[in-house]
């Protein structure tokens, strides 16, 4: 009986400290998305135009709607919640490098992907500067976050992807890459060359709708212009919505994070005859501790 009640003591602070483990990760990844978008306020307000709100919304998330591939094994790479991302497993033969950008001190992805391509990759975040470890993987870590430019704000140095891939030698290998920087991405995409785009295989991105200064939710023209210019490049191969920013006023987006699987053309092979399926397996909520908002009630 003493021993049986050993074990469920035991048990019972193991359980605990699992839990603290998972709510103090949760207060830093949302801690370290204040300070980002606040940053990023600074570096490039968002741009409002005028038109009608519904229409506006309606005609982006249509033009983010997946597209069936028959060629697309999709496969988790990274954290069970926060920080895993589904790629094409089977579309990664060929990747020379990777980059992971916004890892705010933890990132799985880079390592499995690491391991998975046999390739290495580069890690970005100048906001955490904490580097994670990764065995029998290759990650590189740089104290720098990505952007339209070189630029240094507030101390922090940014730069553009094709800078970077030409600063670390892979001006001309095939890339694959995730991208979670709290709204820095439509500027990032909007600058991109087209022989940039061109070399990246698959990305994943977390896109974010932003706030203005009165905490509403804007309508800014980067946002189809962004994901226009993905799509001259890409087809959408999964779409997965952040159940940790889950909103009720941006319909028919629920949550105003969303993560985007977009795989090159040349690699894509799109089947007509069949229609992309919602929610995969392997998804899994971003916070485990709040329920799910998918599209269509996944």
């Not at 709510?23 to 570096?43: D, E, P």
């Not at 991109?192 to 509403?216: K, L, N, R, Y």
């Not at 319909?251 to 995969?280: I, M, N, W």
């Amino acid at each position: 009986m003493t021993r049986r009640r050993t074990l469920l003591t035991a048990g019972l602070i193991l359980f605990a400290l699992a839990v603290g483990l998972v709510i103090r990760n949760q207060i830093k990844v949302h801690r370290g998305r204040q300070t980002r978008h606040a940053a990023m306020l600074l570096r490039h307000p968002v741009i409002p135009v005028p038109a009608n709100v519904a229409q506006f919304r309606r005609t982006l998330f249509e033009m983010l709607q997946p597209v069936a591939l028959s060629n697309c094994e999709l496969q988790r790479f990274g954290e069970r919640n926060d920080g895993g991302y589904l790629m094409c497993a089977n579309l990664l033969g060929a990747v020379q490098a990777g980059y992971s950008y916004g890892i705010n001190g933890y990132d799985k992805w880079g390592c499995d992907i690491s391991k998975a391509a046999g390739a290495a990759v580069h890690q970005y975040d100048c906001f955490n500067t904490d580097r994670p470890s990764c065995w029998r993987g290759q990650t590189i870590f740089h104290e720098e976050c990505v952007g339209p430019r070189t630029e240094t704000l507030e101390g922090r140095l940014f730069d553009s992807v094709q800078n970077q891939f030409a600063k670390n030698g892979d001006g001309a290998k095939r890339i694959v890459m995730k991208i979670d920087v709290e709204g820095a991405e439509w500027d990032t995409f909007l600058s991109m060359p087209d022989a940039t785009f061109a070399q990246i295989d698959q990305v994943s991105v977390e896109f974010h709708w932003e706030e203005g200064s009165e905490f509403g939710w804007v309508l800014d023209e980067r946002y189809p212009r962004a994901v226009g210019r993905l799509k001259q490049f890409f087809e959408i191969a999964h779409i997965h919505f952040n159940n940790a920013s889950c909103v009720a006023d941006l319909a028919p987006f629920p949550s105003f994070a969303y993560e985007v699987l977009f795989v090159s053309k040349r690699l894509a092979v799109v089947d007509p005859g069949r229609q992309a399926t919602g929610l995969h397996p392997q998804d899994s909520r971003n916070n485990a501790s709040l329920p799910d908002c998918q599209a269509g009630g996944g």
